[in-house]
Each structure stands twice: as structure tokens, then as C-alpha cells.
């Protein structure tokens, strides 16, 4: 009897413990659902890291209800973070492999590095403002994400000791794509960049490097926060 009364109180309350703690799970497989698949987002491996980051630990704690929404998010600094489609639009362009070396710019929140850390070994990810770049740092490595490699400084130069890339996502707005981005690029890669005038609709570009050309392609119209360069490197 007494058995069966503690069965019954304990049961209600682990059932809304977990349902508590899956309550994420269940936010990121609708929004892997309803925002990617429906809109042909096909990658496995993005799919896979998209169910698996938890967005909710990017984004300062009242923006938590919202952040499996099908939008952008404020993370601070007057800085954001893409809506979830664009991430997984953006990370299923570049077609990587487990091997792979990516580049990031613009780290942010440190969210679109960890999904890319899902998919390769190699991330390297650089952030201009340095409390962003730090607090990234803390959240990315509270999670385990240890091996991604962060630096704090202007992304438009690159990062030159660990060139060529075989990917580079630049997750700020530019208005010409810099020059250093496309010579750090290994032939046969890719990069994707939002590409357009400052404070308007921007272009989201993806370049091929052959062993000829420079290939570019228009993919779609977005918008991002600009990419904005340190007075001294100007
Ligand atoms: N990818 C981020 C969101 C990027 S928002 C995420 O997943 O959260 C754009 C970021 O680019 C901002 O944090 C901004 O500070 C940074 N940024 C802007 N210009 C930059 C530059 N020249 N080099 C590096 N980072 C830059």
C-alpha cells in the first residue's frame, strides 16, 4: 500500500521533470520540422546538428521563450542571430565533410559555430566585439564544444596562419567581399557571404574557388547586421 502511494507521487513528479527538460527538444524537432524540412532544407548532417544545438543557451535569458521561433534573435551589442533557416541554409551550402576546415566570421552568440562543430572537427570562428567573442567562448565551452577555435579581432582579414579553408560562412553583412576571405579559400572551396549596401537588402552570395575562376552565384535576399572593420585596419 505504502509502495503503491509513493509510486504515485513520484511518478507525477519525474514525469514533469522530464517533460520540463524536454520541453527544448520538443521546440528544436518542430522547428526542424516546420521551418527546415518544410522549406527544403535537406542536408542529414544539418538537419542533425539543427535537432541537436540548443539555441536556447545562445540568447540572453528573457529572449529564451522565443528561441526556437521561426525568426531572428537579439543577443546584445545590437547584434543577432539569424533566423534558424538561414543557419541551416547557410551551414547545408557549405557541403561539409567531417574533415573539413571552416571559417566563420562574425562568431556572435557562438550558435552557428556549434552547429558547424557538429558537422566538423575543424572550426575556426572570429568575433570583432570581445564581450560577444567572450561570452561566446564561456557558453561554447560550457557545452563541451572545447575544440572550435575562437579569436577576437576583424574577421575581414581573415585568419591567415590556418589558411586555406575549405569553407568560410560570413555571418555579417558586407559591402564587397574582402579580399583576404577569398585567398584564404582552398581551391575547391566554398564560401557563402551576404553581400550588399550598408543598411539595405543584402545578397547572399556563394563563391566557388576552381583552379581557374572565382565563380559566384546569387542564392537570396537577406538581411544581416553589417560587418564593420576596426578604425586601424581600414
Ligand atoms: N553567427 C552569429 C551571429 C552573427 S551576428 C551567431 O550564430 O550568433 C554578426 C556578428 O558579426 C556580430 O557579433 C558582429 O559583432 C560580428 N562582426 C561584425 N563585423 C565583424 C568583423 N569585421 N569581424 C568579425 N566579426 C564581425
Same mark, same amino acid.
Given at each position: 500500500?505504502?509502495?503503491?502511494?509513493?509510486?504515485?507521487?513520484?511518478?507525477?513528479?519525474?514525469?514533469?521533470?522530464?517533460?520540463?527538460?524536454?520541453?527544448?527538444?520538443?521546440?528544436?524537432?518542430?522547428?526542424?520540422?516546420?521551418?527546415?524540412?518544410?522549406?527544403?532544407?535537406?542536408?542529414?548532417?544539418?538537419?542533425?546538428?539543427?535537432?541537436?544545438?540548443?539555441?536556447?543557451?545562445?540568447?540572453?535569458?528573457?529572449?529564451?521563450?522565443?528561441?526556437?521561433?521561426?525568426?531572428?534573435?537579439?543577443?546584445?551589442?545590437?547584434?543577432?542571430?539569424?533566423?534558424?533557416?538561414?543557419?541551416?541554409?547557410?551551414?547545408?551550402?557549405?557541403?561539409? &565533410?567531417?574533415?573539413?576546415?571552416?571559417? +566563420?566570421?562574425?562568431? =556572435?552568440? #557562438? @550558435?552557428?559555430?556549434?552547429? %558547424?562543430?557538429?558537422?566538423?572537427?575543424?572550426?575556426?570562428?572570429?568575433?570583432?566585439?570581445? &564581450?560577444?567573442?567572450?561570452?561566446?567562448? +564561456?557558453?561554447?565551452? =560550457?557545452? #563541451? @564544444?572545447?575544440?572550435?577555435? %575562437?579569436?577576437?579581432?576583424?574577421?575581414?582579414?581573415?585568419?591567415?596562419?590556418?589558411?586555406?579553408?575549405?569553407?568560410?560562412?560570413?555571418?555579417?553583412?558586407?559591402?564587397?567581399?574582402?579580399?583576404?576571405?577569398?585567398?584564404?579559400?582552398?581551391?575547391?572551396?566554398?564560401?557563402?557571404?551576404?553581400?550588399?549596401?550598408?543598411?539595405?537588402?543584402?545578397?547572399?552570395?556563394?563563391?566557388?574557388?576552381?583552379?581557374?575562376?572565382?565563380?559566384?552565384?546569387?542564392?537570396?535576399?537577406?538581411?544581416?547586421?553589417?560587418?564593420?572593420?576596426?578604425?586601424?585596419?581600414?
Amino acid at each position: 500500500m505504502l509502495r503503491q502511494l509513493l509510486i504515485l507521487s513520484i511518478v507525477p513528479a519525474l514525469a514533469s521533470l522530464i517533460i520540463w527538460q524536454d520541453t527544448y527538444q520538443l521546440q528544436r524537432t518542430r522547428m526542424v520540422e516546420d521551418q527546415l524540412i518544410s522549406r527544403g532544407i535537406d542536408d542529414v548532417a544539418t538537419l542533425a546538428a539543427m535537432g541537436k544545438v540548443p539555441r536556447h543557451k545562445f540568447v540572453p535569458e528573457d529572449q529564451r521563450p522565443y528561441a526556437y521561433v521561426d525568426g531572428a534573435l537579439t543577443i546584445g551589442e545590437g547584434q543577432t542571430i539569424s533566423q534558424p533557416y538561414i543557419v541551416a541554409y547557410m551551414t547545408q551550402c557549405l557541403q561539409l &565533410k567531417k574533415d573539413s576546415k571552416v571559417l +566563420e566570421i562574425g562568431t =556572435g552568440s #557562438g @550558435y552557428q559555430a556549434a552547429v %558547424l562543430a557538429e558537422i566538423t572537427d575543424n572550426v575556426y570562428s572570429i568575433e570583432i566585439v570581445e &564581450k560577444l567573442g567572450l561570452q561566446a567562448r +564561456e557558453v561554447l565551452y =560550457g557545452l #563541451g @564544444y572545447t575544440d572550435i577555435n %575562437l579569436k577576437i579581432g576583424d574577421g575581414y582579414n581573415g585568419w591567415e596562419e590556418h589558411a586555406p579553408f575549405d569553407a568560410i560562412i560570413v555571418t555579417a553583412g558586407a559591402e564587397e567581399i574582402p579580399k583576404p576571405l577569398v585567398e584564404q579559400l582552398a581551391v575547391g572551396g566554398r564560401m557563402i557571404i551576404p553581400v550588399g549596401p550598408h543598411r539595405g537588402t543584402r545578397q547572399l552570395i556563394q563563391i566557388d574557388k576552381t583552379p581557374k575562376k572565382i565563380k559566384k552565384k546569387n542564392l537570396l535576399a537577406v538581411r544581416f547586421v553589417p560587418l564593420t572593420r576596426k578604425q586601424e585596419n581600414k
